[in-house]
């Protein structure tokens, strides 16, 4: 088994240091060490892989259960090579379950993809519920944004991917878009302890809900 290299972020040094950051506009590495802070502040052993990674980003522990994580700060559609990598960390890092988080929404065929082989998928509301449950985040909802050329309100679209589009693309040609996220997501400036403390649950249970 490879042993995953790089020791996780202590929550609230963490926290301190990135107070108030938009989770959207994260590099790679942040997003890994925020997972990393939620999942500890939940009561689980985490590991961060090396950068050169087997497939896992993370490696999530609750007693003998380990998890193979894999973390997407993406704007777009996830696609179904980030359940291949999760997949990939499983025998890798040792471990018996697969998890992608993203802080995005994720493809059809990738969902479809991720059941047949039993992937555990987190999107942006799974990742809200992660960051309240662990007061390690502030969630509020995103308001549609306006065109910068019609000043109007944009249309969410899905057919292509996931964006915000003018709705008036086809009577006046407008192709203005912006990055989909239906909710705000930032790091909480401390942690705030929940109202209540939640279950812990066997991880495989967690990762398969």
């Keep these: ?5 790089r020791k996780p972020p202590d929550p609230a040094l963490w926290l301190s240091a990135h107070s108030g950051e938009d989770i959207h506009e994260m590099d790679g ?3 890994e060490d925020l997972l990393a802070a ?8 985490v590991e961060l892989t090396e950068h050169f990674d087997r ?3 993370l490696v999530v522990t609750n007693g003998r259960e380990r998890c193979s994580v894999q973390a997407k700060r993406w704007d777009q559609w996830v696609d179904r090579s980030a ?9 890798a890092y040792g471990c018996t379950a697969a998890l992608v988080v993203t802080n995005a929404l994720f493809a059809p065929d990738a969902i479809a993809y991720a059941r047949t082989h039993n992937v555990a998928l987190w999107d942006q509301k799974d990742l809200a519920n992660l960051l309240v449950e662990t007061g390690v985040g502030e969630v509020s909802s995103a308001k549609a944004p306006t065109c910068p050329r019609c000043h109007i309100p944009m249309d969410f679209k899905k057919r292509h991917g996931a964006f915000w589009g003018c709705p008036n693309y086809r009577t006046t040609g407008c192709r203005e878009t912006a990055k989909y996220h239906h ?12 109202e209540a403390e939640p279950t812990r649950r ?4 967690l990762f398969r809900r």
């Design 183 to 194: 909710l705000n997501l930032k790091v909480a400036g401390h942690r705030r302890t929940p």
């Design 83 to 91: 359940i291949d990598q999760a997949i990939a960390g499983m025998p």
């Design 29 to 31: 590495v942040d997003f």
């Design 55 to 57: 497939g896992a980003d």
């Design 38 to 45: 939620a999942f500890q502040c939940r009561g689980n052993t």
């Design 202 to 205: 066997r991880l495989f249970e």
């Design 1 to 5: 088994m490879v042993i995953a290299l």
